[in-house]
């Protein structure tokens, strides 16, 4: 079956500093890779997505490329603010032939980014 | 638009309490589902629902029912609440058109059974 698996947390950084959050996934067929952010009491925000290899994905500062031959989405931001203290979740939903999906989403375990000024 | 809401924000539960947790959405999105959300296991499909008349089992479906009478709404109900239901609980939804479309999700229900 398909599983994502995120590097593990807290991650703890210094505003300015550079974000890496590794995710890497096991699928058949041909997944789209997404990004969410869960900010404190609120539900899940789409962040980035990649819907197919080599493709990225952008918004906010944050980016992400999906690398089909590491099997690899991981998120970077070259410069945090405290207010991208959050919980980021990796997923992918797993494409159909002719590129529909049912768009269940298979998710990382999250990863808590707590940025201080 | 409201987007995807969820009634109640907060539940507390007795074991073998039944009760629904409510989710609307008013982006006549074909696609609705519900997660839970459990530390350390990011969230995990629970039902899911391509249309009216239509649910689907997503991963761990025990102890939870589901029915989608209308595209607005997709209720979840359990029938006798157990501990191992303490968690919490999101709705989302999204547009089945033109392919890998963005969720939209609720703001949780944090449900405490004790």
């Known amino acids: 079956g398909n599983s994502v698996t995120q590097m593990e947390g807290p991650v703890t950084l210094s505003e300015e500093a550079f974000l890496t959050i590794n995710c890497t996934y096991t699928?058949?067929?041909?997944?789209?890779l997404f990004w969410y952010v869960q900010y404190p009491g609120e539900g899940l925000q789409l962040l980035l997505k990649a819907t197919k290899a080599d493709d990225k994905g952008s918004n906010k500062g944050f980016e992400a490329t999906y690398r089909k031959e590491t099997t690899s989405f991981h998120l970077e931001k070259g410069s945090v603010q405290v207010s991208d203290s959050a919980v980021y979740f990796c997923?992918?939903?797993?494409?159909?032939?002719?590129?529909?999906?049912?768009?269940?989403?298979?998710f990382g375990q999250g990863t808590i980014l707590t940025v201080h000024p | 638009n409201a987007g995807v809401t969820q009634t109640p924000k907060f539940q507390v539960l007795k074991t073998g309490q039944s009760m629904t947790l409510q989710c609307a959405q008013d982006m006549n999105h074909e696609y609705m589902s519900w997660y839970r959300q459990d530390p350390g296991m990011g969230l995990r499909l629970i039902h899911y629902?391509?249309?009216?008349?239509?649910?689907d089992q997503g991963e761990v479906p025990n102890g939870y029912n589901v029915s989608r009478s209308t595209t607005e709404d997709f209720p979840l109900r359990l029938l006798s609440a157990a501990p191992s239901q303490t968690s919490v609980y999101f709705c989302?939804?999204?547009?089945?058109?033109?392919?890998?479309?963005?969720?939209?999700f609720g703001p949780g229900t944090r449900l405490t059974v004790l």
């Open positions: 997923a992918l939903s797993e494409g159909y032939a002719g590129g529909t999906s049912y768009g269940k989403l298979t």
């Open positions: 629902s391509v249309g009216a008349g239509i649910t």
């Open positions: 989302a939804s999204s547009s089945l058109a033109g392919g890998q479309n963005e969720q939209f």
């Open positions: 699928a058949t067929g041909y997944p789209s």
